[in-house]
T-cell receptor, first 116, second 115 residues
Framework: AQKITQTQPGMFVQEKEAVTLDCTYDTSDPSYGLFWYKQPSSGEMIFLIY??????QNATEGRYSLNFQKARKSANLVISASQLGDSAMYFC?????????????FGTGTRLTIIP | DSGVTQTPKHLITATGQRVTLRCSPRSGDLSVYWYQQSLDQGLQFLIQ???????AKGNILERFSAQQFPDLHSELNLSSLELGDSALYFC??????????????FGPGTRLTVT
């Protein structure tokens, strides 16, 4: 079974609109964390936001927020007021394990295109 | 700029050859992770080092090996290269396990092309 599922291979959104990128996960570990990374066409992986499984509040970082619904095992990324520079691949990833053994498992990504 | 550096940026080599990819973590980070991004396999975790010791292992082929040196830089060695090894190889670093932050910061990657 896929540990991280991103069901939207591609999305087109009008500039200045909000966009939600979906991510569901599967784990039996009570301690885990969820990440979102952005990969522009230049190839680098840019860290956007992190949510720990025990965090009480949804994580926010500027225009990025993570809609964490633990019971549904979903961790959707919300980008408010989208900009042309937001066009990129977006990856959801999960950290499992503790004590420093913390590999990331990535989803297949969503290609977001912002339309002027 | 994440603070993680990787060299070289691009590498083109022939099948059967051996290459070494180098990574320097962010200042103060003791953990280094290697990931492979290919078209067919996506982003996959290869191996993690913490302060010179192997900490976790993923889907790393026996032809691949890594190490972390006392100055904390890490090298990923790929040998007997095959066409399917062509990929973007990322190094990431974090302050775990000593730090509380779980964020992993990625370097710019090394694009390996095997011909």
């Amino acid at each position: 079974a896929q540990k991280i599922t991103q069901t939207q291979p591609g999305m087109f959104v009008q500039e200045k609109e909000a966009v939600t990128l979906d991510c569901t996960y599967d784990t039996s570990d009570p301690s885990y964390g969820l990440f979102w990374y952005k990969q522009p066409s230049s190839g680098e992986m840019i860290f956007l936001i992190y949510q720990g499984s025990y965090d009480q509040q949804n994580a926010t970082e500027g225009r990025y927020s993570l809609n964490f619904q633990k019971a549904r095992k979903s961790a959707n990324l919300v980008i408010s007021a989208s900009q042309l520079g937001d066009s990129a691949m977006y990856f959801c990833a999960m950290r499992e394990g503790q004590g420093g053994n913390e590999k990331l498992t990535f989803g297949t990504g969503t290609r977001l295109t912002i339309i002027p | 700029d994440s603070g993680v550096t990787q060299t070289p940026k691009h590498l083109i080599t022939a099948t059967g050859q051996r290459v070494t990819l180098r990574c320097s973590p962010r200042s103060g980070d003791l953990s280094v992770y290697w990931y492979q991004q290919s078209l067919d396999q996506g982003l996959q975790f290869l191996i993690q080092y913490y302060n010179g010791e192997e900490r976790a292992k993923g889907n790393i082929l026996e032809r691949f090996s890594a190490q972390q040196f006392p100055d904390l830089h890490s090298e990923l060695n790929l040998s007997s290269l095959e066409l399917g090894d062509s990929a973007l190889y990322f190094c990431a670093s974090s302050s775990r396990p000593t730090g509380n932050s779980y964020e992993q910061y990625f370097g710019p990657g090394t694009r390996l092309t095997v011909t």
